[in-house]
T-cell receptor, first 115, second 111 residues
Framework: DAGVIQSPRHEVTEMGQEVTLRCKPI?????LFWYRQTMMRGLELLIYFNNNVPIDDSGMPEDRFSAKMPNASFSTLKIQPSEPRDSAVYFC?????????????FGNGTRLTVT | GENVEQHPSTLSVQEGDSAVIKCTYSDSASNYFPWYKQELGKRPQLIID?????GEKKDQRIAVTLNKTAKHFSLHITETQPEDSAVYFC??????????FGKGTMLLVSP
């Protein structure tokens, strides 16, 4: 199994531009999570999906952030417009089922820099 | 919601020494406590986990203990090696919800 696959690995963009991060979860995993990691705030859960349905998006910072999961093998996190304070590493993770204590498997992350 | 506190934020040890990282949680209903290791520039990876019906779990040089009464759990690494240097995260889950992570402990093992 290739694990959770994220793209791109690095993204550098200018303030105001749209950014789209992509994730392919492990096949057979029913839950997908988007996390943001910064030095100041650590690992923050932004949103998670169960069976492609968004369950909890209370961690999404503001309306500039949106996430979709059109099918079981693909999810996107979009930031529009991006701001310098969005600079962080964004991790996607998947598990068999949210809520049954299945281990989280993280992707390699996308390092976003907004100038 | 759940709140997880982790200490210390940094820990330096000599190779061969033991390292202990401690976490406390706020919700007594939490029943799952994993530990993740994140090497520099890499993704967090699960190294060990414990459920609330168990007091201690070991896997080679690492062990985790859980005190439900005091609502704290700890990671113990014995005979530390330079490759143990990383950031370690504890987390807690209520079972029906997602994980709440601690802020992390940077462990540095000097040769």
């Amino acid at each position: 199994d290739a694990g959770v696959i994220q793209s791109p690995r690095h993204e550098v963009t200018e303030m105001g531009q749209e950014v789209t991060l992509r994730c392919k979860p492990i096949s057979g995993h029913n839950s997908l999570f988007w996390y943001r990691q910064t030095m100041m705030r650590g690992l923050e859960l932004l949103i998670y999906f169960n069976n492609n349905v968004p369950i909890d998006d209370s961690g999404m910072p503001e309306d500039r952030f949106s996430a979709k999961m059109p099918n079981a093998s693909f999810s996107t996190l979009k930031i529009q417009p991006s701001e310098p304070r969005d600079s962080a590493v964004y991790f996607c993770a998947s598990s068999l089922e949210a809520g049954d204590n299945s281990p989280l498997h993280f992707g390699n992350g996308t390092r976003l820099t907004v100038t | 919601g759940e709140n997880v506190e982790q200490h210390p934020s940094t820990l330096s040890v000599q190779e061969g020494d033991s390292a202990v990282i401690k976490c406390t949680y706020s919700d007594s209903a939490s029943n799952y406590f994993p530990w993740y290791k994140q090497e520099l520039g890499k993704r967090p990876q699960l190294i060990i986990d414990i459920r609330s019906n168990v007091g201690e779990k070991k896997d080679q040089r690492i062990a985790v203990t859980l005190n439900k009464t005091a609502k704290h759990f700890s990671l113990h690494i014995t005979e530390t090696q330079p490759e143990d240097s990383a950031v370690y995260f504890c987390a807690a889950s209520l079972g029906y919800s997602t994980l709440t992570f601690g802020k992390g402990t940077m462990l540095l093992v000097s040769p």
